[in-house]
């Protein structure tokens, strides 16, 4: 991530920012300046609700890290209240409270496990996550007697039910057992474990305290095998201690995929061997004329790793044909005029293109896909494909069906905003959508043919628009989207004419172009991204408005213990309490030090498919 600001951030150059437009169609909203108010509203709170750390002391997080342990803040509060076995963000399947089964944590209590890596290593991460706040021992031991002498058990068992995520958590007052199929189902029921301790369980150091446990039993499996989010690491970069910090994020919430976009106008970001100027140049840049900066192809790794250790798999964007202007700038054999552009920082979309009528084009798609299937072990590349309004639709179509076949060609599985839907079908093809309406008949076509979606509706799930009228950061171009807005909306019947078992999932994508920082970021997925997530995981029958927004308040003093920024929605009946203990607040930024980020309007983007962009870009 960025260092922790010192002094107020350039504004971006108004230059090179858009001027906003609109869609047909949509409400008119707004156009005015943002104002700091609410991101230094959220942070004042914060930093109020948080122990002020003591001066010098304000450790930089270091590699995903939700917790900064710093001895000068141990014992200082009580842990809130206690929590109800049904609390739990996403949903569960099933729950069975038992009155008077309660389960205590003790400084004697043990992590029992089978001989099996997977769950030894669930167990430890559970330990992890345990340790700090409690300050116990918490040893995991070698052995599976269910719960006895007041332990908690993680054991693997053969259960079809329970499918390849689903897992079941039983409490007594004896003893806890998680049981799962897999090690990502016994992940994920350490994650509702985890959310039925009392928030305190967030505090980096030790808090005096019951550890209560809710008696009773759950029983849960995901509705949907694809719950994602997208982080947009080319309009601003963010390091890899930044992109593991979301995955933390994520896997709390049993999301399960990590889009990573790339690539863009602005920046290219990972490392490509077989053409190196891509990062060394092209990444040398971001919005607003900041430093940019790129993935080695072991930091790439180390996020792959990471993400894979919490059962999250990286989905790898290369934004293609339209959004490669930074490709161009390091390259420019690709540009239609054979002429390397300079760097851009603005905001535009749909001026950029490779040549589709280039062979050398098709070896430059070829060599870095090639190079990121090998880096990626999960089974998706993303080709992009959106916005490509420069290119005629027939070479476009063309275009992308030998793009798709070049994914086939390295064994992945290819991904695409939904502009790819009037190419031929290919093999599992997924189309990512992100229309605002109902109706969407050329992807509903795609479907037929044999497409997947992954539902992303900008009007719902897209994180980076504004939560009102005066949040300071993000789009309006979709619509403001608090956290009702991101609820209520079903997956499964939300585009006509596309069957729920043709939904692959649900995504929420963060485009960055005016999210410069982590809180930033952190301020932009919550309390939204745990909307989105229970959508994608918890049954439609569990789906309430008003129960959601219950359970969700539970996690404000969560969050805030954890030292993680988030808005405080006034649709959301946050407790009043102040959290038991807090973790440093290093990433937030006070308004002091971080005056209005600049919010700029992107020229809107079409929904059904290129055309003619609304504003000329760089010349190319
Ligand atoms: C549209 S939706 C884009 C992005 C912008 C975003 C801003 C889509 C596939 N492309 O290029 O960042 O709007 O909200």
Redesign the pocket.
């Known amino acids: 991530m960025p260092p922790v600001p010192t002094a107020a951030p350039e504004p971006l150059d108004p230059s090179s920012v858009a001027a906003g437009e609109r869609p047909a169609g949509h409400a008119d909203l707004p156009v005015r300046e943002p104002a700091a108010a609410e991101l230094a509203r959220a942070a004042t709170r914060s930093a109020e609700d948080a122990l002020a750390p003591p001066p010098g002391d304000v450790p930089v997080p270091s590699a995903g890290d939700v917790l900064v342990p710093s001895a000068s803040r141990a014992d200082r509060a009580a842990p809130a209240a206690r929590v109800r076995l049904g609390d739990v963000v996403p949903a569960p399947e099933r729950v069975a409270p038992v009155a008077g089964a309660d389960f205590v944590l003790t400084p004697d209590t043990v992590i029992r496990v089978g001989p099996d890596d997977a769950a030894r290593a669930v167990a430890g991460q559970l330990a992890d996550l345990l340790r700090p706040a409690t300050g116990y021992p918490l040893p995991v031991a070698d052995d599976t007697r269910a719960g006895a002498g007041g332990d908690i058990a993680l054991a693997l068992v053969d259960s079809a039910d329970l499918g390849p995520e689903g897992y079941r958590l039983d409490v007594t007052s004896g003893g806890v057992r998680v049981e799962a199929a897999t090690g990502a189902g016994l992940f994920f029921g350490v994650q509702t474990l985890r959310q039925l301790l009392p928030a305190a369980v967030e505090s980096p150091t030790p808090t005096a305290g019951r550890w209560v446990l809710p008696g009773g039993s759950i029983t849960d499996r995901p509705r949907f095998p694809y719950r994602g989010a997208m982080l947009?690491v080319a309009?601003h970069f963010f390091d890899v201690p930044d992109v593991l910090r979301v995955i933390d994020h994520l896997a709390r919430y049993k999301i399960n995929h990590l889009h990573l976009?790339l690539t863009?106008d602005q920046g290219w970001r990972i490392a490509v061997d077989s053409w190196p100027r891509l990062a060394e140049v092209g990444g040398a840049s971001e919005v607003g004329g900041g430093p940019g900066g790129h993935y080695s192809r072991d930091d790439y790794r180390r996020i792959v790793a990471y993400a894979a250790e919490r059962h999250v798999t990286v989905v790898p964007e290369i934004?293609l044909p339209g959004?490669t202007h930074a490709a161009l700038t390091a390259y420019g054999e690709l540009a239609p005029d054979g002429v390397a552009p300079p760097p851009y920082t603005g905001?535009e979309?749909g001026f950029s293109y490779v040549d589709p009528t280039s062979e050398r084009t098709y070896e430059f798609v070829a060599d870095v896909l090639g190079e990121l299937a090998v880096l990626t072990p999960g089974p998706w590349l993303h080709i992009?494909?959106?916005?490509a309004f420069k290119v005629r639709p027939e070479a476009y179509a063309a275009f992308v069906e030998r793009a798709q076949r070049i994914v086939a060609a390295t064994g992945r599985t290819v991904v695409g905003?939904h502009?790819i839907a009037p190419a031929a079908h290919s093999e599992g093809r997924v189309l990512?959508w992100?229309g605002t309406g109902g109706e969407d008949p050329v992807t509903a076509d795609a479907v037929r043919r044999g497409a997947r979606l992954v539902l992303?509706p900008?009007n719902h799930a897209?994180l980076?628009?504004k939560y009102a009228p005066d949040t300071p950061i993000?789009?309006d171009?979709?619509g403001l989207i608090d956290v009702r807005r991101a609820y209520d909306w079903d997956p499964g019947t939300h585009v006509a004419g596309v069957p729920a078992d043709a939904v692959l999932g649900v995504e929420a994508?963060l485009?960055?172009?005016s999210v410069t920082s982590r809180a930033e970021v952190e301020f932009m997925l919550f309390p939204r991204l745990p909307a989105i997530a229970e959508l994608g995981w918890s049954p439609r029958a569990t789906h309430d408005w008003a129960g959601f927004r219950d359970r969700l308040a539970g996690h404000g003093p969560r969050w805030a213990t954890a030292g993680v920024a988030f808005h405080r929605s006034p649709e959301i009946p946050w407790p009043t309490e102040p959290p038991a203990s807090a973790a440093p607040q290093a990433a937030i930024p006070t308004q002091a030090e971080h005056p209005a980020p600049s919010a700029p309007q992107?020229a809107?983007?079409t929904q059904t498919g290129p055309k003619e962009a609304p504003a000329p870009g760089p010349s190319v």
């Not at 992009?384 to 916005?387: I, Q, V």
């Open positions: 947009d309009r976009h863009d934004d959004h905001t979309v992009g494909g959106d916005e905003w502009q990512q992100w992303s900008a897209y980076d628009m993000g789009h171009w979709a994508p485009w960055t172009e992107t809107i983007p």
